[in-house]
């Protein structure tokens, strides 16, 4: 499973690269707003820092202005992705980009049949969102699970990039379920280490160690 994070914070992007975790990134408008940077200026910075994809969120709700502002994104670097929502709107903007070479991120997805109709347009990723269905009391892995099946079903291409992803525990049901991605925030990320096993056993190697007075170098 590839791992992207979901963030505009270019420092904590930056320190996960180094560790070779970081296939890819995404923000949305949120995210942006929360890093109190500008959306073009962030998605170049991020863009030349990662090899991967790089998601960026249209902000207009009509046809027109989001076409121009997917194209205008796409011409920020090669490795932008361009976000759009699940609405025919944004359908059909997929559709024309994909059509064109590139790379599209369905968002806001909350239903396999709605992955279906990203996937028909051409899609590259689409973007269930797990947490925000958990916090309705709808499981969100069932969804991941229902269009890993479809879209094994007819070998479809578009990647399941699982979002909205609010634990380490998140990642693992991902992973198990098949997701291509999941998008997670630098902390869930960071989390993924933790177990108490292997702090309480590090505790001990190192309290034995000086015991022992080991010294390597
Ligand atoms: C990423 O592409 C999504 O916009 C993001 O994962 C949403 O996460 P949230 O539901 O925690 O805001």
Known sequence: ???????????????????????GVTTNPSLILKSGRDILE???????LVDGPVSAEVV????????????????????????VPMTWAGLRV???????GTAVNVTLCFSANQALLAAKAGASYVSPFIGRLDDIN????????DIREIYDNYDIQTEILAASIRSANHMKEAALIGA??????????????KHPLTQAGLDQFVKDAQQAGIRIV
């Not at 207009?60 to 976000?83: P, R, T, Y």
């Not at 997929?94 to 064109?100: E, G, M, P, Q, V």
Request: proline share 2%; charged share 30%; glycine share 4%.
């Open 1 to 23: 499973m590839k791992f992207f994070v979901d963030t505009a914070d270019i420092d904590a992007i930056r320190e996960l690269n180094d560790l070779g975790m970081v296939d």
């Open 42 to 48: 962030a998605t170049k910075e991020i863009c030349d």
């Open 60 to 83: 207009a709700i009509d046809f027109d202005q989001m076409l121009k502002e997917g194209e205008h994104l796409a011409s920020i670097a090669d490795n932008v992705c361009v976000k």
């Open 94 to 100: 997929c559709k024309l980009l994909s059509d064109a």
């Open 138 to 145: 709808v499981d969100g892995m069932d969804l991941i699970r």
């Open 180 to 193: 291509d991605v999941a998008t997670a925030p630098p902390k869930v990320i960071q989390d993924m280490i």
